[in-house]
C-alpha cells in the first residue's frame, strides 16, 4: 500500500516544486502601473457592424434545389 501511495505522491511532490518558479517567467517585464508606457488607443466595433438586411422568400422545390447543386450537375 505505502509503495502505490509513493509511486502516485512523487510525481505530484516533484511537479509542485518544479511549478514554484514558473509565475516569473510569464509575468511581463513592466509594470501596468507604469505611466511611461501609455495608453493604447482602441477601436469601436458596433454589435450589428456587416449585418445585411434579408427578407424572407417562399420555399422552393428541394429536390430540384438538390439537384442543381448536386457535384456533375448541369455538366
Not at 514554484?20 to 509594470?31: H, K, L, T, V
Amino acid at each position: 500500500m505505502f509503495r502505490i501511495l509513493f509511486a502516485a505522491g512523487m510525481p505530484l511532490a516533484l511537479a509542485a516544486c518544479t511549478a514554484a518558479g514558473r509565475p516569473a517567467d510569464i509575468m511581463p517585464d513592466s509594470s501596468p502601473a507604469d505611466p511611461a508606457i501609455g495608453i493604447r488607443s482602441t477601436h469601436h466595433h458596433t454589435v450589428l457592424e456587416g449585418y445585411t438586411h434579408r427578407v424572407a422568400v417562399e420555399p422552393k422545390p428541394w429536390r430540384q434545389q438538390n439537384d442543381s447543386q448536386a457535384p456533375g450537375a448541369g455538366s
